[in-house]
C-alpha cells in the first residue's frame, strides 16, 4: 500500500513518517475515524513503511521482497485482527485466520470498505460480529513468538470497538508491557465504545473526514470519472470516500432513484385527503422490496441527499445546491417549499430509521409503506 494511493490525511501521513525517522514509535496506537477516511489503509502503508525499511516518505526503495509479500498481504510479521462470527463454512470457535483469504480478497478490492461491506462479504447473515475471547488467545500465542524476519511484529485491530469485555481483559497485559519490537496498531469508528483501559494504553490519532476536493481529485486519477461527476459524486459522498467508491459503482441507478423519488413525493403529497392514493404507495413500496437490501439502503440515501438540496434552496442558499434533476417537471425550486425546519428533522429521522431496519432485516415492504405513510403528513406540515 503507498502512501500516495491514500486519500487526503497528509498530516498524519506526515506524523507517522516522522515518527519512523526519529524511531520515536509508539507501541500501541488507536486511528479513531468514521467509515471512508482511510484508517485500514494508513495503518497497513505504515506498518509496510517500518517492516520494510522503505525511505523517502514512500513505501519503496526498501527491502524488495517484503514489499512484494505486503502487496500480497502476506507478510509473516503483518498480523489482522477483525471482527468475525460463525457462518456455514466456520461452526464454531471463529477467528481471524479462519476468514485470512476472503480478508485479503476484501481489502485488495477496496481498503477502504465499511464493517458493513466485510459482514456481507462473509455472509455472517444476520449475526453480530466481534472481536471474543478465542481472538485474544490467538493474539497472545502470536506475538509471543519471535519475528520470522527479525525487526517489527505489527498487530493492526480492525473496529477494536467491537472486542468484547472478555477479549479486552485478556490482551490488557501485553498491550501495556509487549514484547521488544511489537507494535499495535488499533483502529476504531467508536471511542466510546472501548474501554477506558484500552483507551489508556494508546496514543490517539484522530482522522478527519475528507474534504470534497480530495475526494473529487481520487475520483478523476483512479476512477476515471470526468470532472463534473466527480465533483457531484464528492458532495454526496459527504467525506466518506468508500460512500463516493460506491456512487460511482451505482451511478447508473441515480436516475431510477430519481424517477422513485419522484414518484414517491408525488404520491404523498396527493394521499391528504384521498385515500385512494394509498393503494398507490403501498404498490411503490412493493416495488422498492424487490431490490436487494444494498439497493435499498444506498435508495434512503439519495432520498435524504435530495431532501438536504431541496432544504438549501428553501433557505435561500442555490449555490450550495449541486443536484440537478431530470424527471420532466419536477424541479427542486419548486419542491423547496415542502421542505423546512418544521418538518426537516422528522424526515431526516424517519429516513435514518428506515435505513437501521433495513440493514437488520426487516420487512422491507412494511419498512416502506410505513415510511411512506409518515411522509403523506410529514410533507404538508408547515
Known amino acids: 500500500m503507498l502512501f500516495s494511493e491514500i486519500v487526503g490525511q497528509n498530516h498524519i501521513k506526515n506524523h507517522l513518517l516522522q515518527s519512523a525517522s526519529t524511531g520515536r514509535i509508539p507501541h500501541a496506537q488507536l486511528f479513531i475515524g468514521q467509515e471512508?477516511?482511510?484508517?485500514?489503509?494508513?495503518?497497513?502503508?505504515?506498518?509496510?513503511?517500518?517492516?520494510?525499511?522503505?525511505?523517502?516518505?514512500?513505501?519503496?526503495?526498501?527491502?524488495?521482497?517484503?514489499?512484494?509479500?505486503?502487496?500480497?498481504?502476506?507478510?509473516?510479521?503483518?498480523?489482522?485482527?477483525?471482527?468475525?462470527?460463525?457462518?456455514?463454512?466456520?461452526?464454531?470457535?471463529?477467528?481471524?485466520?479462519?476468514?485470512?483469504?476472503?480478508?485479503r480478497a476484501f481489502l485488495k478490492a477496496n481498503p477502504y470498505g465499511?464493517?458493513?461491506?466485510?459482514?456481507?462479504?462473509?455472509?455472517?447473515?444476520?449475526?453480530?460480529?466481534?472481536?471474543?475471547?478465542?481472538?485474544?488467545?490467538?493474539?497472545?500465542?502470536?506475538?509471543?513468538?519471535?519475528?520470522?524476519?527479525?525487526?517489527?511484529?505489527?498487530?493492526?485491530?480492525?473496529?477494536?470497538?467491537?472486542?468484547?469485555?472478555e477479549a479486552s481483559n485478556k490482551i490488557l497485559k501485553i498491550l501495556e508491557e509487549p514484547p521488544a519490537k511489537t507494535i499495535f496498531i488499533l483502529i476504531a469508528e467508536n471511542e466510546q465504545s472501548i474501554l477506558q483501559t484500552i483507551l489508556s494504553r494508546c496514543q490517539l490519532l484522530r482522522f478527519n473526514a475528507l474534504n470534497s476536493v480530495e475526494i473529487e481529485q481520487a475520483l478523476v486519477a483512479n476512477q476515471h470519472c470526468d470532472a463534473q461527476q466527480a465533483a457531484l459524486l464528492a458532495r454526496q459522498a459527504q467525506g466518506?470516500?468508500?460512500?463516493?467508491?460506491?456512487?460511482?459503482?451505482?451511478?447508473?441507478?441515480?436516475?431510477?432513484?430519481e424517477q422513485k423519488f419522484?414518484?414517491?413525493?408525488?404520491?404523498?403529497?396527493?394521499?391528504?385527503?384521498?385515500?385512494?392514493?394509498?393503494?398507490?404507495?403501498?404498490e411503490w413500496s412493493e416495488d422498492l422490496a424487490t431490490l436487494g437490501r444494498e439497493q435499498q439502503?444506498?435508495?434512503?440515501?439519495?432520498?435524504?441527499?435530495?431532501?438536504?438540496?431541496?432544504?438549501?434552496?428553501?433557505?435561500?442558499?442555490?449555490?450550495?445546491?449541486?443536484?440537478?434533476?431530470?424527471?420532466d417537471k419536477f424541479k427542486l425550486e419548486n419542491f423547496a417549499p415542502f421542505v423546512n425546519g418544521a418538518n426537516m428533522d422528522e424526515i431526516f429521522e424517519e429516513l435514518s430509521q428506515a435505513m437501521y431496519h433495513i440493514e437488520r432485516n426487516g420487512?422491507?415492504?412494511?419498512?416502506?409503506?410505513?415510511?411512506?405513510?409518515?411522509?403523506?403528513?410529514?410533507?404538508?406540515?408547515?
Open 36 to 103: 471512508g477516511t482511510g484508517t485500514l489503509a494508513m495503518a497497513i502503508a505504515y506498518a509496510q513503511y517500518l517492516l520494510c525499511k522503505n525511505t523517502g516518505g514512500e513505501n519503496t526503495g526498501g527491502n524488495e521482497s517484503c514489499n512484494i509479500k505486503f502487496n500480497a498481504l502476506m507478510h509473516p510479521d503483518l498480523h489482522f485482527v477483525y471482527p468475525v462470527a460463525t457462518t456455514s463454512e466456520v461452526t464454531k470457535h471463529p477467528t481471524s485466520d479462519k476468514f485470512a483469504e476472503q480478508w
Open 114 to 165: 465499511s464493517l458493513f461491506d466485510w459482514y456481507n462479504h462473509i455472509d455472517i447473515q444476520n449475526k453480530q460480529g466481534q472481536i471474543g475471547v478465542d481472538e485474544a488467545g490467538e493474539i497472545l500465542k502470536k506475538l509471543a513468538l519471535k519475528s520470522y524476519e527479525g525487526g517489527y511484529k505489527i498487530m493492526i485491530i480492525w473496529m477494536a470497538d467491537k472486542l468484547n469485555t
Open 240 to 257: 466518506n470516500y468508500n460512500k463516493a467508491l460506491q456512487l460511482v459503482s451505482n451511478a447508473a441507478d441515480s436516475a431510477d432513484f
Open 262 to 282: 419522484v414518484t414517491w413525493v408525488r404520491a404523498a403529497f396527493r394521499a391528504k385527503g384521498n385515500a385512494a392514493v394509498i393503494k398507490d404507495l403501498i
Open 297 to 327: 439502503k444506498q435508495f434512503l440515501e439519495f432520498c435524504i441527499e435530495l431532501f438536504r438540496q431541496a432544504l438549501l434552496y428553501n433557505y435561500q442558499s442555490p449555490n450550495l445546491v449541486y443536484y440537478q434533476t431530470s424527471v
Open 363 to 382: 420487512n422491507s415492504k412494511m419498512i416502506f409503506t410505513d415510511l411512506s405513510i409518515k411522509l403523506t403528513r410529514l410533507i404538508h406540515k408547515k
